[in-house]
Protein backbone atom coordinates (compact mmCIF):
# COMPACT_ATOMS: atom_id res chain seq x y z
CA UNK A 1 0.00 0.00 0.00
CA UNK A 2 1.37 3.48 -0.98
CA UNK A 3 0.97 5.59 2.21
CA UNK A 4 1.02 9.54 2.60
CA UNK A 5 4.10 11.50 3.90
CA UNK A 6 3.46 13.20 7.41
CA UNK A 7 4.95 16.66 7.98
CA UNK A 8 5.13 17.57 11.37
CA UNK A 9 6.91 21.20 12.23
CA UNK A 10 7.35 21.26 15.42
CA UNK A 11 6.41 18.39 18.48
CA UNK A 12 6.70 18.69 22.08
CA UNK A 13 6.40 15.52 24.26
CA UNK A 14 6.60 16.83 28.31
CA UNK A 15 6.44 12.92 29.72
CA UNK A 16 7.28 9.23 27.66
CA UNK A 17 6.92 6.87 30.29
CA UNK A 18 5.98 2.87 31.08
CA UNK A 19 6.57 0.84 27.54
CA UNK A 20 5.36 3.94 25.57
CA UNK A 21 6.33 4.81 22.27
CA UNK A 22 7.44 8.07 20.46
CA UNK A 23 7.83 7.24 16.59
CA UNK A 24 9.17 9.85 14.12
CA UNK A 25 9.04 8.00 10.61
CA UNK A 26 7.68 5.03 9.23
CA UNK A 27 7.80 1.36 10.73
CA UNK A 28 6.27 -2.20 9.84
CA UNK A 29 5.22 -3.01 13.75
CA UNK A 30 4.50 -1.89 17.17
CA UNK A 31 3.46 -4.57 19.65
CA UNK A 32 4.05 -2.94 23.35
CA UNK A 33 2.87 -4.63 26.06
CA UNK A 34 2.49 -3.85 29.97
CA UNK A 35 1.48 -5.56 33.05
CA UNK A 36 1.01 -3.10 35.95
CA UNK A 37 0.14 -3.88 39.33
CA UNK A 38 -0.98 -0.95 41.21
CA UNK A 39 -1.06 -1.23 44.79
CA UNK A 40 -2.25 2.26 47.13
CA UNK A 41 -1.41 1.40 50.61
CA UNK A 42 -2.38 4.25 53.89
CA UNK A 43 1.08 4.09 54.78
CA UNK A 44 4.08 4.40 52.77
CA UNK A 45 5.23 0.95 52.93
CA UNK A 46 7.02 -1.49 50.16
CA UNK A 47 7.78 -4.84 50.05
CA UNK A 48 10.47 -5.52 46.93
CA UNK A 49 9.04 -8.96 46.28
CA UNK A 50 5.85 -8.94 45.56
CA UNK A 51 3.59 -8.58 43.18
CA UNK A 52 3.77 -12.37 41.20
CA UNK A 53 1.74 -11.56 38.14
CA UNK A 54 1.08 -15.34 37.56
CA UNK A 55 -1.10 -15.94 40.67
CA UNK A 56 -3.49 -13.53 39.25
CA UNK A 57 -6.01 -14.92 35.95
CA UNK A 58 -5.54 -11.07 35.09
CA UNK A 59 -2.32 -11.00 33.69
CA UNK A 60 -2.45 -14.66 32.01
CA UNK A 61 -5.69 -15.04 30.38
CA UNK A 62 -5.88 -14.61 26.14
CA UNK A 63 -7.66 -11.78 25.46
CA UNK A 64 -10.53 -12.24 23.30
CA UNK A 65 -10.14 -10.97 19.52
CA UNK A 66 -12.79 -9.86 17.05
CA UNK A 67 -14.05 -12.56 14.43
CA UNK A 68 -13.55 -11.62 10.93
CA UNK A 69 -17.36 -12.16 9.14
CA UNK A 70 -16.71 -10.82 6.08
CA UNK A 71 -14.08 -10.26 3.73
CA UNK A 72 -13.44 -6.57 2.84
CA UNK A 73 -11.59 -4.80 0.23
CA UNK A 74 -10.20 -2.17 0.79
CA UNK A 75 -8.87 0.87 -2.23
CA UNK A 76 -7.42 3.86 -1.03
CA UNK A 77 -7.38 7.09 -3.17
CA UNK A 78 -4.81 9.58 -1.77
CA UNK A 79 -5.67 13.00 -3.58
CA UNK A 80 -3.08 15.18 -1.50
CA UNK A 81 -0.31 12.95 -0.47
CA UNK A 82 0.41 14.54 2.54
CA UNK A 83 -0.74 14.97 6.14
CA UNK A 84 0.53 18.28 7.56
CA UNK A 85 0.38 19.76 11.33
CA UNK A 86 1.97 22.91 12.52
CA UNK A 87 2.90 21.66 15.99
CA UNK A 88 1.73 19.28 18.51
CA UNK A 89 2.15 19.33 22.13
CA UNK A 90 1.44 16.25 24.48
CA UNK A 91 1.87 16.13 27.92
CA UNK A 92 1.91 12.46 28.72
CA UNK A 93 2.08 9.14 26.67
CA UNK A 94 1.91 6.23 29.44
CA UNK A 95 1.32 2.50 29.75
CA UNK A 96 1.98 0.92 26.08
CA UNK A 97 0.65 3.69 24.51
CA UNK A 98 2.11 4.90 21.27
CA UNK A 99 2.70 8.02 19.60
CA UNK A 100 3.36 8.41 16.15
CA UNK A 101 4.32 10.51 13.49
CA UNK A 102 4.63 8.63 10.28
CA UNK A 103 3.31 5.36 8.44
CA UNK A 104 3.30 2.18 9.85
CA UNK A 105 1.33 -1.48 8.92
CA UNK A 106 0.09 -2.81 12.33
CA UNK A 107 -0.46 -1.85 16.06
CA UNK A 108 -0.77 -3.94 18.74
CA UNK A 109 -0.97 -2.97 22.02
CA UNK A 110 -1.83 -4.76 25.72
CA UNK A 111 -2.32 -3.18 28.94
CA UNK A 112 -3.13 -4.90 32.14
CA UNK A 113 -3.86 -2.97 35.41
CA UNK A 114 -4.69 -4.51 38.33
CA UNK A 115 -5.19 -2.28 40.93
CA UNK A 116 -5.26 -2.91 45.41
CA UNK A 117 -5.80 -1.04 47.95
CA UNK A 118 -4.98 -1.51 51.04
CA UNK A 119 -5.77 0.09 54.81
CA UNK A 120 -4.14 -0.55 57.82
CA UNK A 121 -5.87 -1.98 61.20
CA UNK A 122 -3.86 -3.98 63.71
CA UNK A 123 -4.33 -7.50 63.93
CA UNK A 124 -7.54 -7.83 66.45
CA UNK A 125 -9.10 -4.48 65.81
CA UNK A 126 -12.24 -5.09 64.64
CA UNK A 127 -13.68 -2.13 62.10
CA UNK A 128 -15.84 0.93 63.62
CA UNK A 129 -19.03 -0.31 61.74
CA UNK A 130 -19.03 -3.81 62.85
CA UNK A 131 -18.66 -2.53 66.16
CA UNK A 132 -21.97 -0.30 66.08
CA UNK A 133 -23.55 -3.32 64.98
CA UNK A 134 -25.18 -1.92 62.16
CA UNK A 135 -25.25 -3.18 58.89
CA UNK B 1 -17.65 -6.07 -0.19
CA UNK B 2 -15.98 -3.79 -1.43
CA UNK B 3 -14.69 -0.35 0.38
CA UNK B 4 -13.31 2.86 -0.93
CA UNK B 5 -11.55 5.84 1.12
CA UNK B 6 -10.50 9.08 -0.52
CA UNK B 7 -8.48 10.72 1.50
CA UNK B 8 -8.54 14.58 0.81
CA UNK B 9 -6.49 17.86 2.15
CA UNK B 10 -4.96 17.69 5.86
CA UNK B 11 -3.90 20.59 7.46
CA UNK B 12 -3.64 21.27 11.17
CA UNK B 13 -2.35 23.87 12.72
CA UNK B 14 -2.31 23.51 16.79
CA UNK B 15 -3.08 19.81 18.14
CA UNK B 16 -2.93 19.70 22.56
CA UNK B 17 -3.02 16.40 23.97
CA UNK B 18 -2.78 16.09 27.72
CA UNK B 19 -2.33 12.37 27.89
CA UNK B 20 -1.98 8.98 25.45
CA UNK B 21 -2.62 6.41 28.09
CA UNK B 22 -3.29 2.44 28.68
CA UNK B 23 -2.65 1.24 25.35
CA UNK B 24 -4.22 3.56 23.20
CA UNK B 25 -2.85 5.36 20.02
CA UNK B 26 -2.34 8.75 18.41
CA UNK B 27 -1.12 8.56 15.06
CA UNK B 28 -0.31 11.29 12.44
CA UNK B 29 -0.36 9.20 9.09
CA UNK B 30 -1.69 5.93 8.07
CA UNK B 31 -2.22 2.13 9.36
CA UNK B 32 -3.58 -0.88 7.91
CA UNK B 33 -4.49 -2.35 11.27
CA UNK B 34 -4.93 -1.40 15.03
CA UNK B 35 -5.53 -3.61 17.80
CA UNK B 36 -5.55 -1.83 20.96
CA UNK B 37 -6.58 -4.22 24.69
CA UNK B 38 -6.81 -2.82 27.93
CA UNK B 39 -7.74 -5.55 30.64
CA UNK B 40 -9.17 -2.89 34.06
CA UNK B 41 -9.55 -5.28 37.11
CA UNK B 42 -10.61 -3.48 40.63
CA UNK B 43 -13.22 -6.31 42.48
CA UNK B 44 -14.53 -5.53 45.81
CA UNK B 45 -11.82 -7.74 46.89
CA UNK B 46 -9.38 -5.24 46.32
CA UNK B 47 -9.74 -3.28 49.09
CA UNK B 48 -8.12 -5.36 51.73
CA UNK B 49 -8.68 -3.69 55.49
CA UNK B 50 -5.58 -5.68 58.52
CA UNK B 51 -2.17 -5.58 59.12
CA UNK B 52 0.10 -4.87 56.03
CA UNK B 53 1.50 -7.95 54.31
CA UNK B 54 2.80 -8.30 50.88
CA UNK B 55 0.73 -9.07 48.20
CA UNK B 56 1.32 -12.34 46.02
CA UNK B 57 4.93 -12.43 47.26
CA UNK B 58 7.51 -13.85 44.73
Redesign the interface.
Known sequence: ?Y??N?I?DAAYVNILGFS?IFNIG?SREIL?K?NV?A?Q?E?E?F?D????FS??D?FQLP?P?PIKS???????????P??????????????????????????????????????????GAL?PEEQSGED | MNFTVINKDINVVFCRVTAVATSSVFLIGDVNNVGASAVFDTPPESLIIGPFVPLAPQ
Not at chain 1, 49 to 52: A, K, L, R, T, V
Open positions: MNRSVSDPAFVRAVYNEGDKYLIRENVVTSYIHEKFIRTKFVKIIAVSTSAVFHIGSTDLIDMEARVKHTRQLFRPSD
